[in-house]
């Protein structure tokens, strides 16, 4: 839990914390308190054993509160039923007890058994306002066959005319594609490789591109009212990127000729001629062209500007796009590993202007290092001291001619440093995120992740705070990870009319506390909106 000045492990409640297994928490759901006393925080996982089995609980009022089961709880929905908002929960198998969906208003639970061998993980109602039905996504099913139930009145019901799933269900969502709101699955052929379906017309449409991607791997824009993914290409003759326009997935633009084609940075950018598609990445056309930024217009993926190239043949890459306003308006600004944008000399970040690219000062680098260094992984505005300026990071030791570890402020005439910059032992630092985020209305500074010990000689491990003049340990500077790998990033989002600042990697704890292995952000119930 970040609470705007610093990140604390668990929540804030007295009493007991829900006794989960490994797997850990599974489930969380924010719902209007009975009687209208805030909000409740309800938690679900699974059981630690086979004596313990403590599976649901929720805060209320700063206190933890046991609502018990013995199976475990892998999904939460709610609705507002005469005034109040009851909580509905997936309860999976586990030892033979079946699977089933609870319903808790703050009374007694009640609980409706689902059809043999039913594992729930995901609940959603969809239907006409006040005639809604419960649906359940689930990732087992040996008697009917079929992963998505459907409850009418008090009976689960299997989709009439073979209108149900073959394949696990993971989650749930309503997204209105423009003919209103409609019921979506995302269902897993394998692990990896996900398929998006919606109910539309009565049938299940399978709305997957066809990329063959991890999660990892793809990106997501919206753009001019149609959902677009990128992502990697793992076989020659596909498309890099497809939009949903409504009624089905369009391949963009000319398939790739390379087999390793991935698309690391999706961006729609408005430099005042109206919103414009940008994907960055490393990736070679049917052309045989190798760029690392492409503009989308209308009907193919053509190099912004000539495009950007690198000096080693198969390493272009864009790995960040942004924009920024030098005084005259604003403009796109690309970084990653090349070495020319156009036909201009331009060390791993240029601009572009709408009509020509245009370096950065003498741009940032790698001075000494192997030709695989010198890489810009992230850009962010900043609003310091003096003004507004262009944040770049990753991993290079110079810019604009003066050393500068990791991370480098461009001001529109030149670059200079934040201190001594990000450090390990001998070594300059990693940034794999930064992100700009004010905590208190005192003005914003710059989070920063990655790997790297130091930050401004201060030991920070791994997560830093650039305040404007000085560096500080970040929120989860020392945590004790997982594997060794770095902390992952940084994100703030508007939720709820109040920006947050999340945090999410891989650790075992913060600050000496225990903490859940894996955290991950993740927009688990947006509604009406991809």
Do not use: C
Request: hydrophobic letters at 40%; zero cysteines; proline letters at 5%.
């Amino acid at each position: 839990r970040w609470d705007g000045q610093s990140m604390a492990s668990g929540a804030p409640a007295s009493g007991t914390f829900p006794r989960f297994n490994g797997d850990g928490i599974q489930a969380l759901r924010s719902v209007l308190s009975p009687g209208g006393l805030g909000f409740d925080l309800h938690v679900g996982g699974a059981p630690e054993s086979s004596v313990v089995r403590d599976t649901w609980a929720l805060i209320r009022q700063g206190t933890w509160i046991h609502l018990g089961g013995e199976s475990p709880v892998q999904g939460f929905t709610s609705r507002m039923e005469a005034g109040i908002e009851a909580v509905y929960a997936a309860r999976g198998i586990y030892f033979g007890i079946g699977g089933s969906v609870d319903r808790y208003d703050g009374g007694l639970i009640e609980s409706s058994p689902l059809p043999l061998r039913t594992n729930p993980a995901s609940l959603a109602f969809f239907g006409a306002a006040g005639m809604e039905d419960l649906y359940a996504g689930s990732t087992e099913s040996f008697s009917v066959a079929e992963f998505l139930l459907r409850q009418t009145g008090a009976d689960w019901q299997r989709f009439p005319g073979g209108l149900g799933l073959t394949t696990p269900v993971g989650d749930l969502l309503i997204h209105d594609f423009g003919n209103g709101p409609t019921l979506a699955a995302v269902s897993y052929l394998s692990p990896w490789y996900p398929d998006v379906l919606a109910l539309q017309s009565g049938h299940w449409t399978d709305l997957d591109p066809g990329l063959s991607r991890s999660p990892s791997d793809g990106t997501i824009a919206s753009y001019r009212g149609d959902i677009v993914l990128a992502g990697r290409v793992d076989a020659m003759g596909k498309s890099v990127a497809s939009r949903f326009d409504g009624a089905q997935w369009v391949p963009m633009g000319t398939p790739m000729l390379s087999d390793q084609t991935r698309v690391s940075a999706l961006e729609v950018v408005d430099t005042g001629a109206g919103p414009t598609l940008l994907a960055g990445g490393n990736f070679r056309l049917s052309t045989g062209a190798e760029q690392g930024v492409f503009e989308w217009n209308g009907s193919d993926w053509v190099a912004l500007g000539g495009g950007v190239t690198s000096p080693s043949p198969g390493f272009t890459i864009v790995g960040a796009i942004g924009t920024w306003n030098p005084g005259t308006g604003d403009e796109v600004i690309a970084a990653g590993y090349f070495d020319h944008a156009g036909t201009t000399p331009a060390l791993n970040i240029a601009r572009w202007d709408g009509l020509a690219w245009h370096p950065l000062g003498a741009g940032i680098e790698w001075v000494g290092g192997s030709s695989s260094a010198g890489l810009v992984n992230d850009l962010k505005t900043f609003n310091g001291p003096d003004g507004e300026v262009l944040v770049a990071a990753g991993i290079f030791n110079q810019a604009g001619g003066q050393p500068a570890n990791s991370i480098a402020v461009w001001d529109g005439s030149q670059w200079s440093r934040l201190g001594t910059g990000l450090e390990n032992n001998g070594w300059v630092g990693w940034v794999s995120s930064i992100e700009v985020f004010d905590p208190d209305g005192q003005g914003e500074r710059i989070y920063v992740s990655g790997e790297f010990l130091y930050a401004g000689g201060l030991a920070v491990d791994g997560s830093a705070v650039w305040d404007g003049s000085s560096w500080s340990a970040g929120p989860l500077a020392g945590t004790t990870r997982s594997d060794g790998s770095a902390y992952l990033g940084w994100t703030a989002l508007d939720l709820g009319g109040k920006r947050a600042l999340y945090g999410h990697g891989n650790f075992t704890s913060v600050d000496g506390v225990p903490a859940v292995s894996y955290t991950h952000l993740r927009a688990h119930e947006t509604r009406h909106d991809l």
